[in-house]
Nanobody, 124 residues
């Protein structure tokens, strides 16, 4: 079956960096665009970033532009989210997701598969 497994979250001070990753299995990875989402306590899940199937095109939420970079390595079926200049408001559970698509998905695209999430906590 399809599995998306996130790792690389953790606790970091404001201004620091983290690079969560998401390893996929059980699917033909290069056929899927990938996205990162997050959900903070008491808030709805929100879009963070997305990347097309070959990694040529990306999109970001306004909150992520200039600070986060999404990338993927189709050779190891993994997508990454490099996060820099982290702020306390970035604290959330970060989820990766996969959708069968050629292009970069829109922020509200119906993703096919979801991971279990990795906790990111930014202290002030």
């Amino acid at each position: 079956q399809v599995q998306l497994v996130e790792s690389g979250g953790g606790l970091v001070q404001a201004g620091g960096s983290l690079r969560p990753s998401c390893a996929a299995s059980g699917l033909i990875y290069s056929r899927y665009a990938m996205g990162w989402f997050r959900q903070a306590p008491g808030k709805e899940r929100e879009f963070v970033a997305a990347i097309n199937r070959y990694g040529e095109s990306t999109s970001y939420a306004d909150s992520a532009k200039g600070r986060f970079t999404i990338s993927r390595d189709n050779g190891v079926n993994t997508v990454y989210l490099q996060m820099s200049s982290l702020k306390p408001e970035d604290t959330a559970i970060y989820y990766c997701a996969a959708v069968r698509a050629n292009d970069v998905p829109s922020y509200n695209a119906p993703y096919d598969y979801w991971g279990q999430g990795t906790q990111v906590t930014v202290s002030s």
